[in-house]
């Protein structure tokens, strides 16, 4: 399939808005891998599809795990913002026959991060922070650290992430606390 083909199957499944901010985490997520040595066309690729599911009903995700064996943890359960991260990623290895286990384990893990990320994984996980479309209070200081350097950037983007989530009283998945360990150790 072509990256014309692919935004097509996008802007069906994806509202205006979700589709231009793939459209952006692509362009950052390219932009950071020509900058610290990652694949630029994977990246590319693993930021344009990433959100593919994000707009989709509950029984689509649901009908994804079910076909495919997942089973979700309490935690993934009650925590509905999780599903578009596993069910995109069997959208895209399953539906449009991306084969490639860089693409699928970043698009696998861009909401959560994990322990032992991967450079593509980082990149997107970051991509998804930074890109042009993005608008929240510290933006501008991850956009700094950022190209500075990726681990700075993670480790700030976890605490954040994990800061946000306790004031919002959400649970924390068992792969942020693990990614957030790793950089502290
Ligand atoms: O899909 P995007 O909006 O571009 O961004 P994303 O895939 O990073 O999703 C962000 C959402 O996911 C945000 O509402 C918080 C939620 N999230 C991320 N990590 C966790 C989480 N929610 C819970 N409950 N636990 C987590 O560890
Ligand atoms: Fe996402
Ligand atoms: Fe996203």
């Known amino acids: 399939m072509t990256i014309e083909e692919y935004k097509q199957i996008l802007r069906m499944r994806l509202k205006p808005d979700r589709y231009e901010h793939s459209l952006c985490v692509a362009d950052e997520a390219k932009r950071l891998a020509l900058k610290y040595g990652g694949d630029a066309d994977k990246c590319y690729l693993a930021g344009l599809l990433h959100d593919i599911t994000k707009n989709s009903p509950r029984e689509e995700h649901l009908q994804l795990f079910s076909d495919f064996g997942i089973i979700l943890s309490s935690v993934e359960s009650n925590a509905i913002k999780l599903w578009h991260a596993m069910s995109g990623t069997l959208f895209v290895e399953h539906k449009l026959g991306i084969t490639d286990k860089e693409i ?63 004031n919002k009283g959400k649970p924390i998945h068992p792969d942020t606390l693990e990614a957030y360990n790793e950089i502290c150790l």
């Open 104 to 166: 699928l384990t970043a698009i696998r893990y861009h909401t959560t991060a994990r322990a032992s990320m991967t450079l593509t994984d980082k990149i997107l996980y970051l991509a998804d922070f930074t890109s042009a479309d993005r608008d929240y209070d510290d933006v501008d200081v991850m956009r700094g650290l950022v190209d500075e350097s990726l681990e700075a950037a993670l480790r700030y983007a976890l605490s954040y992430s994990i800061v946000d989530l306790i």
